[in-house]
């Protein structure tokens, strides 16, 4: 059966230290000590620029063999360029990226939402998608996520199982959930699928900009997911899940994720388990 990875969005934020990672661990050694208890992260510092190839085989050293890094693009390809002449800084980023070695997990396009000054519709997107996929080099794997829910259509999806790009599927504010789709559409579209709890981003940051306790209780939302993952893994596709600290925060956020996974039957659970078993086998409110 294919494997299932849970993570996080990053591997530091204000407020780990004392919640997570323990008091007085300094910087250097976080993902050292990140990866005694997770086996996959979503790199989210590669949005902003490609990172120096010092620091990409400092990642590779700090971890063990079989874990996995899923990155995001940098921006200046989806954000400022969009697509548009941006084959030398997407090459400069996976010739980078290629420190990783095995390592190196799925690298997912994030689009913002686009209004019509940019695109005037799905189609028009599409129109300039399709030549990038293809176009595409070969050994690698890729995900897109959009933020603009009426482009989440049947001509969007087969697109993406063209080319075998997964569709990030996606709990953040103003997009559907897979359960809440209208149109009943296959949303897996390539051998693994990417799942990012984003939550509610600016809602939670007028509460709280220290991610050292929860905020917002998802277990239900999380229950919803294990159902829809099972199905999932049933089809004996790789799933790979992240979270970052918009979605309900720090340990107690991770301790949550383990208490939904571990009631899938048989699902081949990573190393959070050594992290998470404690917590959820005495606490009601994991």
């Known amino acids: 059966m294919a494997d299932i990875r849970v993570g996080t969005s990053a591997f530091t934020a204000e407020g780990w230290v004392g919640s997570f990672y323990p008091e007085g661990t300094q910087p250097r050694d976080f993902l050292s000590y990140y990866a005694t208890k997770f086996d996959a992260v ?16 400092g990642w590779n050293t700090k971890t063990p063999s079989g874990f996995i890094f899923a990155a995001k693009l ?20 996976l010739k980078t990226m290629d420190a990783l070695g095995d390592k190196l997990g799925p ?33 690698y794997k890729f995900a897109v996520e959009i933020r603009n829910k009426n482009w989440l259509d049947l001509r969007f999806v087969d ?5 075998g790009v997964a569709l990030a599927l996606i709990d953040q504010g103003w997009m559907p959930r ?17 799942v990012r709890w984003l939550g509610d981003r600016k809602g939670i940051e007028e509460k709280t ?15 919803e997911w294990v159902e829809l993952l099972k199905k999932v893994h049933n089809r004996r596709i ?49």
Not at 74 to 93: A, G, R
Not at 125 to 132: E, N, R, V, Y
Not at 271 to 283: G, N
């Open 42 to 57: 979503e790199l989210d510092n590669t949005f902003y620029r490609t990172p120096a190839l010092t620091t990409v085989q």
């Open 74 to 93: 940098p921006q200046v390809i989806t954000h400022e360029k969009v697509l548009v002449d941006c084959e030398d800084d997407l090459n400069h980023f």
């Open 107 to 139: 690298l997912l396009f994030q689009f913002g939402y686009f209004n019509k000054s940019k695109f005037k519709s799905g189609a028009e997107f599409l129109a300039l998608l399709k030549p990038f996929l293809k176009k595409l080099p070969k050994g």
């Open 159 to 163: 697109l993406l199982r063209e080319h």
């Open 178 to 194: 897979p359960w809440e789709m209208k149109n009943a559409l296959d949303l897996i579209t390539a051998d693994f699928t990417y």
């Open 209 to 223: 900009k220290t991610w050292d306790k929860i905020i917002v209780d998802r277990r239900s939302d999380l229950l």
């Open 238 to 286: 790789q799933i790979l899940a992240f979270a970052n600290n918009h979605y309900a925060l720090c340990r107690r956020r991770h301790k949550a994720y383990y208490a939904a996974f571990r009631i899938m039957p048989n699902l081949p659970i990573s190393a959070t388990r050594s992290l998470f078993y404690p917590y959820v086998s005495a606490h009601t409110d994991a």
